[in-house]
């Protein structure tokens, strides 16, 4: 896979997450209606907790991941993403309490036990891709991801501290439809690439 390619997954995979409606986007529209900063200051809390994750995964891939383990993870990662398809399908976006910024995106991604799995699993297989260009290819995934989660919770901050019904109900139904097919297309891309790998 080329760099620009493994990018271009990045941002997708990474749009197709943070699109979802969770804690972490329900925050950030709570928050938002006085602030319209809040999603960047969200952004950073959850980069505080998350790119320690990423980087001490791209260390274990480095050392200890054999091409089986790539496999067996890419294919465990496409079966997690169906799955968020499918819980996309059936969830609505959750109330939270308002809380403030940076700690709001610190406690928002550590107490949400999908984002664990999500590293675990999806994530780490997205870490080990970018093994293959060394540090420039770790920098950027990081540089790709958390720029994905700032420009989308920015927006959603600003566009609640306008309007305290930011979409209506066709407009969410839009962005539930984009993340489920971009979680359906890249999961089962995974579990084919994962199964075939397996079986080499």
Same mark, same amino acid.
């Given at each position: 896979m080329e760099l620009a390619a493994f990018l271009a997954s990045v941002v997708l995979i990474s749009l197709s997450g943070v699109l979802a409606p969770g804690p972490l986007?329900?925050?950030?529209i709570?928050? +938002?209606r006085a602030n319209r900063f809040a999603g960047l200051f @969200? %952004?950073?809390g959850h980069a505080i907790f998350e790119v320690p994750i990423i980087i001490g995964l791209f260390l274990f891939g480095t050392v200890?991941?054999? /091409? /089986? =383990? $790539?496999?067996?993870? +890419?294919l465990i990662g496409g079966i997690v993403l169906l799955y968020y398809a499918y819980r996309e399908l059936q969830s609505s976006p959750e109330e939270v309490r308002p809380a403030r910024g *940076?700690?709001?995106g610190i406690a928002m991604s550590s107490l949400n036990p999908y984002f664990i799995v999500w590293w675990l699993t999806v994530g780490f297989h997205l870490v080990l891709q970018s093994t293959a260009f060394g540090l420039l290819g770790i920098g950027l995934f990081i540089v790709a991801h958390e720029s994905c989660d700032g420009a989308w919770l920015g927006f959603v901050a600003y566009?609640?501290?306008? &309007?305290? $019904?930011?979409?209506?109900?066709k407009a969410a139904r839009t962005l539930s =439809?984009? &993340?489920? %097919? @971009?979680l359906v297309v890249f999961g089962g891309y995974f579990i *084919? /690439? +994962?199964a075939q790998g397996l079986l080499a």
């Open positions: 986007l329900a925050a950030t709570a928050e +938002g @969200i %952004t950073l200890a991941a054999t /091409s /089986s =383990l $790539q496999s067996a993870i +890419g *940076v700690f709001t566009m609640s501290h306008k &309007s305290s $019904q930011t979409f209506g109900p =439809l984009i &993340s489920v %097919t @971009i *084919v /690439s +994962g």
